[in-house]
């Protein structure tokens, strides 16, 4: 077992039952009174936000997660298939667990899956994909000027809102953070 001296930044500790990505570790120590670490965690179920005190040296579960590149293939269903691009497997995973992120895929994209086991419990994309846009309201000449938006829906299903200036079948970079519109790509 692990220590609360262990606790850094990106490690996933079991707390309450559930697995949590830590964020952020501070040692305290307040004048008269004992130490302890306050700990900002992420649950990789749900995605909320967690904070506690551990006591120092109090005992912590830590939990071995495996991240691993995986090529997205095809949906079947309400399933999402990802091939392992070393050993060739192939993995589905719920959409439910994809989350957001499944409005970014495309055929042939890449992310990293985390697995506790066999289990996956995340899903990550890169920073930016490129992603044609399908359908859009036509562009005016002269639509440079403001900042306004329109919404634009992209290859991979999902709509993100885009500058007026931009037409279909433009080839767009996104944020697959923020599912916000970076720039157009040259072809």
């Given at each position: 077992m692990a220590t609360t001296s262990d606790l850094r930044p990106g490690i996933v500790i079991r707390y309450n039952g559930e697995l949590c990505t830590v964020l952020e570790s501070v040692h305290r120590t307040p004048?008269?009174?004992r130490a302890f670490y306050q700990v900002k965690m992420r649950n990789l179920n749900n995605g909320k936000l967690l904070e506690n005190?551990?006591?120092s040296g109090e005992e912590i579960d830590l939990?071995?997660?495996d991240r691993k590149p995986?090529?997205?293939l095809y949906r079947d269903g309400d399933k999402m298939v990802f091939m392992d691009t070393e050993t060739y497997d192939q993995v589905y995973i719920e959409e439910t667990i994809v989350g957001t992120a499944a409005g970014f895929l495309k055929e042939s994209g890449e992310a990293n899956i985390s697995f506790?086991?066999?289990?996956v419990v995340g899903i990550e994309l890169p920073p930016h994909v490129v992603l044609a846009i399908t359908h859009t309201e036509p562009g005016v000449k002269g639509?440079?000027?403001t900042g306004a938006t329109k919404p634009a829906q992209v290859?991979?299903?999902a709509t993100v809102q885009v500058p007026?200036?931009?037409n279909e079948g433009d080839v767009i970079r996104v944020d697959t953070r923020t599912g916000e519109y970076l720039d157009r790509v040259k072809n």
């Open positions: 004048g008269n009174l005190r551990f006591r939990v071995r997660i995986m090529q997205y506790n086991g066999t289990q639509d440079t000027a290859e991979s299903g007026l200036f931009v």
